[in-house]
C-alpha cells in the first residue's frame, strides 16, 4: 500500500472532486482517494503493484486533469 498526495491546480469546484473521486475509485488498486478542493490535492492510497502513477496521471488526464507534483506521504 502506498500512499501519495498529487497537487492538481486544475480542481476548482466540487464537479472536479465528484469527477476525481468518481474516476479514480473504480479503478482496481485504489483503496482510498480524497480530493481537497481548497487545497487543490487529491490523497491516495493505492496499490503500487496493481496501479502505478503512470496510469493514475492518464486517468486525471482523461477527465482533463493535469498532475503538478506527487509526493510521497
Ligand atoms: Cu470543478
Same mark, same amino acid.
Given at each position: ?6 497537487? !492538481?491546480? &486544475?480542481?476548482?469546484?466540487? #464537479?472536479?472532486? #465528484?469527477?476525481?473521486?468518481? =474516476? ?5 488498486? !485504489?483503496?482510498?482517494?480524497?480530493? &481537497?478542493? =481548497?487545497?487543490?490535492?487529491?490523497? *491516495? &492510497? @493505492? ?12 486517468? *486525471? &488526464?482523461?477527465?482533463? @486533469? ?8
Amino acid at each position: 500500500m502506498a500512499k501519495t498526495l498529487l497537487s !492538481v491546480p &486544475d480542481i476548482s469546484c466540487e #464537479h472536479c472532486q #465528484h469527477a476525481i473521486e468518481g =474516476a479514480l475509485s473504480q479503478e482496481p488498486g !485504489v483503496h482510498a482517494v480524497r480530493v &481537497d478542493i =481548497a487545497a487543490k490535492t487529491v490523497s *491516495l &492510497d @493505492y496499490d503500487p503493484s496493481i496501479l502505478t502513477l503512470e496510469a493514475v496521471g492518464r486517468i *486525471l &488526464d482523461d477527465e482533463g @486533469y493535469t498532475i503538478a507534483s506527487a509526493t510521497a506521504q
